[in-house]
Structure formats: structure tokens, C-alpha cells
């Protein structure tokens, strides 16, 4: 599909996404029950147009708890290039005594074509390998399908922003090297030729701190974490390895209605790994994937670079354009204008090389907020690779 074509096409989801999300929201005032839900239109340029349900429920309880007493995020999604997600997501700042915070993901992840384009941060992309209706129109895909079940435990240390985590997680995943036995790929011949099944179970430790004013859309604060996955076949695993991520991400209030927010994320994964796995970019609250694509680097293609190390910055402006009220309902919009960048190494990152050959995307979007937590977002991002890839999905970045 040309730049124009997923442009146009873009476009016309955006439309039908304002049309339809609007009268989905049903809400309360920070108190009892608020419900979200995105319909069945979605696009990302990475994976094509989404059509299923992405809902978000917050539970603030009588008093109006902070950020919420619970929330659940039930997902079922699916795009025209193959992804197939069924899972749920669950948040309970207070749900659990003595000041626990729970939070649970249980999930199937099937993805026909995922993307893959070579390991390092010098990895070579061909368009002319990457038409559809060529010898080998799945080049740079394989087949992913994963299944997990994951939680994590969360404690504040004293009467300070500090808390430490403990999870674990136990996650299959099942590989094919061709997606429908079509051609060949670049992964069946540089990685694995045969399809396999993994397991790669974990346990979690780590400390957060956080000083963020609120969790949705902060204006001041600083959230920064480290965090230590142990990936071990005694715990079922296939193999053994350890994966390492510091994530620091700050904000601040430059006015009334603009605020600045940035993201350092550093992180190492030890030989053993296997090639799937090190698209895993862990935090302490829902994990992610990159470089490359709406998670980590807006504008590159989705998952572009892959190594065991891994460096990713983002830096972004939102500007809170407007508040008003549709039917005694709360809404905001915020824009904004960010530039992400970042690169990965074959093997341990190297530290003298933090800010060397990076790769960059930059653009801007909108927020649509409807109540305190609930956030329809809109990115477009521009590299040298991929034009202008749209991005619609919920919440912020970071």
C-alpha cells in the first residue's frame, strides 16, 4: 500500500472513529462506575484496519478513589494483516489490604505476518522485497502466536514515592518461520526454518518511583523504574536468560496548559534469548514491543530494529486545547508534537554509544479525554523509511 493510499485511508477511519466513540462513553464523576469503549474501527500502519472492541472499565468507588479502585480492560481485536488479540488487562490500586497493588494480564496474541527485518541497528530494508503480490510476499514477517498469564505485585516503601515489584508470568509462544507456507522470509533463512514452541516463563523484581500528580496524563513528576526479568528452565522455561530495563520518564507544567514529558528507556536482554522474545520492552505497569512502531519510535515501521540491547527516547509537547461538556459529560483535547528516537546493539549495550546513529520519527497527535482516565488517541508519525504511518489506539505513549 503507497504512503497516499494509507493516508487516504487513515483519514476516512479517523472520521468514522469521531463519529462512533463519542456516544460509547458512559461516565460518572470520578465516582462509581466509568465505562469507555472504542469501537470496532481502528487503524495502525503497521498492522492495517482494526475492527473488534478495545473497552476500558474504572471503578472509583463512592468516595472516588486515585487514581481509580480497579480497573479492567477487556480486549478483542483484530486487523486485516492478521493479528487476532483476546485478552484482558487488570489494574487494582485498592482492591487488595495493607496498600498492595495488583495488577493481572491474561491474554492470546495471534499474529498471522508480525514484522521482522533483521537483527542490529543496521539492518537493511528493501521495499522492493516487501510487495504482497511478489514471490515472497510475507519477506519481512513471520508467524506469532503467544499466550499469557502474568501478574504484578506492587508496595509503597514508607510514606514516599518509592514502591518494589514482584511478578512473574508463564508465556507460550508458538513460531512460524513462513506465514501460510507462502515463499520464504528473511527470518527462515537467517533464524529458525522450522516452526517451534517455546516457553518462556519468568519471575519479576524491581523498584518504581513515582511522583506523578496523576497517572493519566500527568503534568508534573517523575516516574522511573528498574526492573530484573529472570527467564529460567526451572520455572518450564526453554531457556535461561535475564532481561534488564531502567526507564526514566519526567514531566513538567511549562503552563496552565502545556506540559513537556520525556522518556529514557534503557535495556539489556543476556545470550540465550530467542529471536521472538527481544521484541519484549518491559515496564512495571503493561508491556510493549520495539523499536520501532506506536509503542517506542512513532514513524519507523513497527519492531523496524531488534537486538539484545536496546536504547529508546522520546520527548513530546501536549498542549490542552480545550475542555468542554457533550450531554453533562466531560471532555478534552490535547495536541501535541513529539520527536522519538532510538537504536538497539547486537549484543550488551554499549553505554559510549547512547547517543550514536540513532534512529529518529517525529509528528504530532491528539488526545480526546472523556472523563479522567479514558483517552482516544491519534498519532501520525514521518521517518525516512515509512512516510507517514497513523497510529489510533488509547492513552499516551508514556
Known amino acids: ?56 472499565m474504572y471503578q472509583y468507588g463512592v468516595g472516588g ?14 486487523t486485516t494483516e492478521g493479528r487476532r488479540d483476546l485478552t484482558l488487562f487488570f489494574d487494582a490500586p ?31 530494508y528493501d521495499p522492493a522485497l516487501d ?30 514515592p518509592l514502591r518494589w515489584l ?45 511522583s506523578r500528580d496523576r497517572e493519566t496524563g500527568p503534568r508534573r513528576g517523575v516516574w522511573t523504574e528498574f526492573l530484573v526479568q529472570s527467564v529460567d528452565e526451572h520455572l518450564g522455561a526453554d531457556a535461561s536468560y535475564t532481561r534488564w530495563t531502567f526507564t526514566d520518564r519526567r514531566y513538567y507544567s511549562l503552563s496552565d496548559r502545556l506540559v513537556f514529558a520525556h522518556r529514557y528507556l534503557i535495556q539489556g536482554v543476556t545470550d540465550g534469548a530467542p529471536v521472538n522474545d527481544l ?10 514491543e520495539g523499536v520501532g512502531g506506536a509503542k517506542t519510535v512513532r514513524g519507523l515501521f513497527k519492531n523496524r530494529f531488534v537486538g539484545r540491547g536496546l536504547l529508546v527516547w522520546n520527548a513530546e509537547f501536549r498542549w490542552r486545547a480545550a475542555d468542554f461538556r ?4 466531560r471532555f ?43 483517552i482516544v488517541a491519534v498519532d501520525l508519525g514521518r521517518s525516512s523509511e515509512a512516510g507517514m504511518p497513523m497510529y489510533i489506539g488509547l492513552g499516551y505513549l508514556y
Open 166 to 210: 514482584v511478578g512473574a508470568g508463564l508465556v507460550s509462544t508458538d513460531v512460524d518461520p513462513v506465514p501460510e507456507d507462502d515463499g520464504t522470509t528473511l527470518y527462515a533463512t537467517g533464524v529458525a526454518s522450522e516452526e517451534v514452541s517455546e516457553w518462556s516463563n519468568f519471575l519479576r523484581g524491581g523498584i518504581v518511583w513515582d
Open 65 to 78: 478513589s486515585s487514581p481509580y479502585v480497579w480497573s479492567a480492560r477487556p480486549t478483542a481485536f483484530f
Open 332 to 374: 478534552h483535547v490535547t495536541l501535541s508534537a513529539f520527536l522519538d528516537q532510538g537504536r538497539v546493539w547486537d549484543g550488551n549495550v554499549q553505554f559510549d554509544e547512547l547517543m550514536s546513529d540513532l534512529h529518529h520519527g517525529y509528528g504530532g497527535g491528539v488526545r480526546l479525554g472523556m472523563g479522567d482516565n479514558f
Open 326 to 329: 457533550v450531554m453533562g459529560r
Open 279 to 288: 521484541f519484549q520492552v518491559q515496564t512495571s505497569f503493561r508491556q510493549q
Open 94 to 124: 485498592h482492591v487488595l489490604p495493607s496498600g498492595w497493588r495488583l495488577d493481572v494480564f491474561l491474554g492470546t496474541e495471534r499474529q498471522i505476518a508480525t514484522p521482522y527485518y533483521g537483527l542490529g541497528n543496521a539492518s537493511t
Open 1 to 56: 500500500m503507497s504512503g497516499s493510499e494509507r493516508f487516504r485511508n487513515a483519514t476516512q477511519a479517523v472520521c468514522l472513529l469521531a463519529g462512533l466513540v463519542t456516544p460509547c462513553v458512559a461516565q460518572t464523576q470520578s465516582t462509581g462506575l466509568e465505562v469507555g469503549v472504542l469501537p470496532a474501527i481502528n487503524f495502525d500502519a503497521d498492522e492495517g484496519f482494526g475492527y473488534g472492541v478495545l473497552a476500558e
Open 131 to 160: 510487495a504482497e503480490d511478489g514471490a515472497d510476499p510475507f519477506y519481512y514477517r513471520f508467524g506469532r502466536n503467544r499466550r499469557s498469564a502474568t501478574f504484578n505485585l506492587q508496595h509503597d516503601l514508607g510514606d514516599t
